[in-house]
């Protein structure tokens, strides 16, 4: 699931300049480092291919975890299991995953900020059970397509606790993203579907989540952030685990380290696929995770999308990618001008 992978960007672009973060929770290059712009704005020469291809690698990974999470939520594999369940099991071989490489790499680690790692982890654990939950109940499709919402909402939340300022081209994107929920929602009295509203609360928990995301932006290296994450969650969702676990069977123990496999190896394919080339050009291609997820529905579970599903994703795809292509012009924008001034003050200082 977010479905966390893109947010992770952040902090690499943050750890690649050497810049803190502000209020604003915006990242860029220094003034006058024309190494770094180009580093961060243009595509690595001879990398895209190998780019796209990590990508779409990563949008795979981020589907199998809800494929993997239906097929324990629905008793494909054996007595369903709770949603809180699968959850820990995300986290705890996630963490597993994560713990093994620190202790080959041995990284240096430095002080966490552990208030803002406990806010940011209880609201992605939360976002992920809620998504794990509406997949047992709707088609992967629709709860992937709802759960693309986390940056309307991470914008929306912004404008309050960062001091953000959102222009009406972005209001009017997240305006188009949210119609495309309600759609999917289908909120008639013969086709409504409650499950849906699990999907948009996992939105919405990933939004908030996205917050303390921009707050920790530069403060911490990446691997950092994601070992104390998965360790923290870990640790939460065993705590709510603990009421409702049930011994799984060795299908459902696979399917469970599936997850947490699958989710370590999508947030380390999203984090090389950016580094390879332009974000403004490859992170849309993540969007393919709807067409992953509505694959695997239908070769694994045989559920057929109707027009309806098609129609609010695409609307829910089309606000999402506007909104990140505005952001990626405008940070592009900043960086120019930032060069430029520092351009101009070189030339005043050497006169």
Partial sequence: ?????????????????????????????????????????????????????????????????????????????????????????????????????????????QKPALALHLSRSAAGWGGVSLMFAAAAFIPLADATAISFLNPVFGMM?????????????RWSAAGMALLGALILLRPTPGSFQPAALLALGAALLMGVELIFIKKLSGREAPFQILLINNAIGLGLASAAAFFVWAAPNPAQWGALMGIGGLMAAAQTCFIHAIRRAD??????????????????????????????????????????????????????????QMDATATDTSTETRR
Avoid: N
Wanted: with cysteine; hydrophobic share 45%.
């Fill in 1 to 109: 699931m977010k479905y966390r992978t893109d947010q992770e960007t952040t902090q690499q672009v943050a750890q690649k300049t050497g810049q803190q973060t502000g209020q604003t929770g915006q990242t860029g290059p220094q003034p006058g480092d024309r190494a770094v712009q180009q580093a961060v704005h243009q595509p690595g020469h001879g990398d895209i291919p190998r780019a796209v291809v990590l990508m779409l690698l990563a949008s795979a990974c981020v589907a199998g975890t809800t494929l993997l999470a239906k097929a324990l939520g629905t008793g494909a594999l054996g007595p369903a299991l709770h949603p809180l369940q699968i959850s820990q099991g995300r986290f705890l071989f996630a963490f597993l995953t994560f713990g093994s490489a620190a202790l080959i790499l041995r990284p240096h680690l």
């Fill in 157 to 169: 939340l912004a404008v309050p606790f960062l001091g953000e300022r959102v222009g009406p081209l």
């Fill in 279 to 336: 974000a403004s050009f490859i992170s849309p291609l993540f969007y393919t995770t709807l067409v992953w997820a509505a694959l695997y529905d239908r070769v694994i579970f045989d559920t057929r999308l109707e027009l309806t599903s098609w129609l609010g994703a695409g609307i829910i795809l089309a606000g999402a990618a506007f909104m990140a292509w505005r952001e990626t012009r405008s940070k592009r924008r900043a960086g120019h």
